[in-house]
């Protein structure tokens, strides 16, 4: 039962361009949202992460969105820079602090 | 300030084997928690441990057992392998409190199961 779902596997963009990553869940119960950035080699990073009271929260060029009414969020990037390059996943946190993935979308940034 | 550890980096075994892998958290954290990342898939909960005991649990076998020592590093110790238990092993380690959110992750152990 995938209760966090990243949809899209693969998203290419332009260096300079917005990057959009996008996310669904399932679960009304989480109340916390995060990404977090994976390179080869290494374990995931965390990015930006978001309450679930708020619908918006900004980090230098990420922001993340959360539409609660559509249990939908998105993580943008911009401008995109190369080393943006790396897997992105969405994750959710219950108070029970247990995190729940997606599976994850490979960003690629195109110098 | 060391990060999350994690050792071996890769391990082999066969099916019906056992397996220990460690974690050394991130320098002040006291919580650890364990998660599997197959192939082409997110990382899956599998238990967390702060003050020595198991927390909480995901959706995993008792073949999967965990202990927390003193010093919060932690094994994660897998009995009777599967050829489905091939993964990567993630270790996270945060701290109890405001930021409990705020998980640093290891770079993982590849288990490999023949």
């Known amino acids: 039962d995938q209760q966090v779902k990243q949809n899209s596997p693969s998203l290419s963009v332009q260096e300079g361009r917005i990057s959009i990553l996008n996310c669904d869940y399932t679960?009304?119960?989480?109340?916390?949202f995060l990404w977090y950035k994976k390179y080869p080699a290494e374990g995931p990073t965390f990015l930006i992460s978001?309450?679930?009271?708020?619908d918006k929260n900004e980090d230098g060029r990420f922001t993340v969105f959360l539409n609660k009414s559509a249990k939908h969020l998105s993580l943008h990037i911009v401008p995109s820079q190369p080393g943006d390059s790396a897997v992105y996943f969405c994750?959710?946190?219950?108070?029970?602090?247990?995190?729940?993935f997606g599976t994850g979308t490979r960003l690629t940034v195109i110098p | 300030d060391a990060g999350v550890t994690q050792s071996p980096t890769h391990l082999i075994k066969t099916r019906g084997q056992q397996v220990t892998l460690r974690c050394s958290p991130k320098?002040?954290?006291?919580?650890v928690s364990w998660y599997q990342q197959a192939l082409g898939q997110g990382p899956q909960f599998i238990f967390q441990?702060?003050?020595?005991?198991?927390?909480q649990r995901g959706n995993f076998p008792d073949r999967f057992s965990g202990h927390q020592f003193p010093n919060y590093s932690s094994e994660l110790n897998v009995n009777a392998l599967l050829l489905g238990d091939s993964a990567l092993y993630l270790c996270?380690?945060?701290?109890?409190?405001?930021?409990?959110?705020?998980?640093?992750f290891g770079p993982g152990t590849r288990l490999t199961v023949t």
């Open positions: 679960n009304s119960m989480f109340d916390y």
């Open positions: 994750a959710a946190l219950t108070g029970a602090n247990n995190l729940f």
């Open positions: 320098s002040g954290h006291d919580t």
């Open positions: 978001i309450s679930s009271i708020k």
């Open positions: 996270a380690s945060s701290l109890i409190g405001p930021t409990v959110y705020e998980q640093y």
């Open positions: 441990y702060y003050e020595e005991e198991e927390r």
